[in-house]
């Protein structure tokens, strides 16, 4: 079941840049994406989040992007800070209450 | 703030026993939610919850599994007769009314691990 997927295991972002996340899904019956950031032996938290009908949400440092005709959504970190190294899930749901996630990327910010 | 927390942090089972993972979600949050983590592979959705019952499972959910909100606090996952294949964290998350479909809190996870 690779209906969201993040090519990305890991990517490393010297402090004060941008970093970028991407992810890509192939349901086309996904209209809410989010995304979710864990730290170890910590459950996932909420990030940000985007519906279908928009292809831009904003909320401070975070920004997330969605490309609707290329099943592609991308979260934006800028300025990155040493806090902001986690795992970073993207996740998607339907109709129904559940959600798909993506196998994560590993983010790491360098100071 | 606000948490969901889940007891056992950590337990390990005889493959065969019944297990029960115990979750306390935020107390006027209405949806609740089992995923689990197996290692080194992605969150997945076990179940959702509300009103007193199931509103969605996956195929992981068999015949095994079963939740339960014995009172107005607790939501319990029951796992009748542990496999092997069972190890793995599992989340328990809640949502309120205000937030969207997916924006869930999660409580920081209970280890499983069969033998």
């Known amino acids: 079941d690779q209906q969201v997927k993040q090519n990305s295991p890991s990517l490393s972002v010297q402090e004060g840049r941008i970093s970028i996340l991407n992810c890509d899904y192939t349901n086309s019956m996904f209209d809410y994406f989010l995304w979710y950031k864990k730290y170890p032996a910590e459950g996932p938290t909420f990030l940000i989040s985007?519906?279908?009908?928009?292809d831009k949400n904003e909320d401070g440092r975070f920004t997330v992007f969605l490309n609707k005709s290329a099943k592609h959504l991308s979260l934006h970190i800028v300025p990155s800070q040493p806090g902001d190294s986690a795992v970073y899930f993207c996740a998607a749901s339907g109709a129904n209450e559940k959600l798909t996630f993506g196998t994560g990327t590993r983010l790491t910010i360098i100071p | 703030e606000p948490e969901v927390t889940q007891t056992p942090s950590h337990q390990v089972t005889q493959m065969g026993q019944e297990v029960i993972l115990r979750c306390v979600p935020i107390s006027n949050h209405l949806y609740f939610y089992w995923y689990r983590q197996i290692l080194g592979q992605k969150v997945e959705f076990l179940v959702s919850?509300?009103?007193?019952?199931?509103?969605?499972k996956s195929e992981i959910f068999d015949d095994q599994f079963s939740v339960e909100r014995p009172d107005g606090s607790n939501f319990t996952l029951k796992i009748r007769s542990t496999k092997l294949e069972d190890s793995a964290m599992y989340f328990c998350?809640?949502?309120?009314?205000?937030?969207?479909?997916?924006?869930?809190?999660f409580g920081e996870g209970s280890r499983l691990t069969v033998l």
């Open positions: 985007i519906s279908s009908i928009k």
């Open positions: 919850f509300y009103n007193n019952e199931i509103s969605e």
């Open positions: 998350a809640s949502r309120g009314t205000s937030g969207g479909i997916g924006e869930l809190f």
